[in-house]
């Protein structure tokens, strides 16, 4: 069975920074992209970022490029999420999901606070 | 970006009525269409990809239909487990995009 954790949220000042990972099991990890999704409180899904099964290619939604950076380690089967700068329109729910077109499964998701 | 326009935004509906919510897309994006199901407090779980095909596990009272712009998902007997926020996502080009979700709610 496939299982996706994800770690490292909280609370953040902004202008601050916070690396999430996301731990994988049940599946042939490097085989596949895996992608971040955000959800602010009380809002609908938007796409973060997307990383190639080898980590070669990597996509980013406008909103988040050039602070944000995705990473994978194949040997470990973790897939992370390196976020600086972060302003409050950060604030959501993290899902790391298996896939980058299609997202299936995700992960429980965590909770990146911004605020002072 | 492609523009993903559902609606209704919620509704709502009694155990075992036939749902169908709606999916716009701003420009063709041929079958990349998938459906998601998220409950309170849960993470989103994917009923329906490619327009029409039933993710493995997920009950055969869902279907999808639909191309180039125009989609539905359709519930034909609303059960109580299906209470949930439902929102369409293109797969056709990065940024995948994702509409703004239909609550369905229990009348």
């Known amino acids: 069975e496939v299982h996706l954790l994800e770690s490292g949220g909280g609370l953040v000042q902004p202008g601050g920074s916070l690396r999430l990972s996301c731990a994988a099991s049940?599946?042939?990890?490097?085989?596949?992209?895996m992608s971040w999704v955000r959800q602010a409180p009380g809002k609908g899904l938007e796409w973060v970022s997307s990383?190639?099964?080898?980590?070669?290619?990597?996509f980013y939604a406008d909103s988040v490029k050039g602070r944000i950076t995705i990473s994978r380690d194949n040997s470990k089967n973790t897939l992370d999420l390196q976020m600086n700068s972060l302003r409050g329109e950060d604030t959501a729910v993290y899902y790391c999901?298996?896939?980058?077109?299609?997202?299936?499964?995700w992960g429980q998701g965590i909770l990146v606070t911004v605020s002072s | 970006d492609i523009q993903m326009t559902q609606s209704p935004s919620s509704l709502s509906a009694s155990v075992g009525v036939r749902v169908t919510i709606t999916c716009r897309a701003s420009?063709?994006?041929?079958?990349?269409l998938n459906w998601y199901q998220q409950k309170p407090g849960k993470a989103p779980k994917l009923l329906i990809y490619?327009?029409?095909s039933l993710q493995s596990g997920v009950p055969s009272r869902f279907s999808g239909s639909g191309s180039g712009t125009d989609f539905t998902l359709t519930i034909s007997s609303l059960q109580p487990e299906d209470f949930a926020t439902y929102y369409c996502?293109?797969?056709?080009?990065?940024?995948?995009?994702f509409g703004r979700g239909t609550k369905v709610e229990i009348k």
């Open positions: 996502q293109q797969s056709y080009n990065t940024p995948q995009t």
């Open positions: 990383i190639s099964g080898s980590g070669g290619r990597t």
């Open positions: 999901a298996k896939g980058e077109g299609v997202f299936d499964p």
């Open positions: 049940g599946f042939t990890f490097s085989s596949y992209a």
């Open positions: 420009q063709s994006i041929t079958n990349y």
């Open positions: 490619a327009a029409s």
